[in-house]
């Protein structure tokens, strides 16, 4: 059974930094995996945030764009977001994502999600 567990969360002031991390385990083999991070602040839909695909190709939002590096490693199914100069506006829960074809279909799973708090 696949698990994403999103770590890293927490609170901080305007302007701080976090990493997030999160781990993904009893992933089956997968073609064109996709590793990605959505958020979703209280009233509001869920929104992409970034994605990273196997060439380490990376795309971003553009409301965290050049303060914000996603990164995986793959050997770990691991998957990171560093965000810089946090703002109130990032407050959220933030989620991980994972999809790619397997077995000719495509699947994707969820993580639980992580808490993020920006205070000004």
């Known amino acids: 059974q696949v698990q994403l567990v999103e770590s890293g969360g927490g609170s901080v002031q305007a302007g701080g930094s976090l990493r997030l991390s999160c781990a993904a385990s009893?992933?089956?083999?997968?073609?064109?995996?996709?590793r990605s991070w959505f958020r979703q602040a209280p009233g509001k839909e869920r929104e992409f945030v970034s994605r990273?695909?196997?060439?380490?190709?990376?795309n971003y939002a553009d409301s965290v764009k050049g303060r914000s590096t996603i990164s995986q490693d793959n050997a770990r199914n691991m998957v990171y977001l560093q965000i810089d100069s946090l703002k109130p506006e990032d407050t959220a829960m933030y989620y991980c994502?994972?999809?790619?074809?397997?077995?000719?279909?495509?699947?994707?799973?969820w993580g639980q999600g992580t808490q993020v708090t920006v205070s000004s």
């Open positions: 990273i695909d196997m060439y380490d190709s990376t």
């Open positions: 994502n994972l999809a790619g074809y397997c077995s000719g279909n495509y699947r994707d799973w």
């Open positions: 009893g992933v089956p083999y997968c073609s064109g995996i996709m």
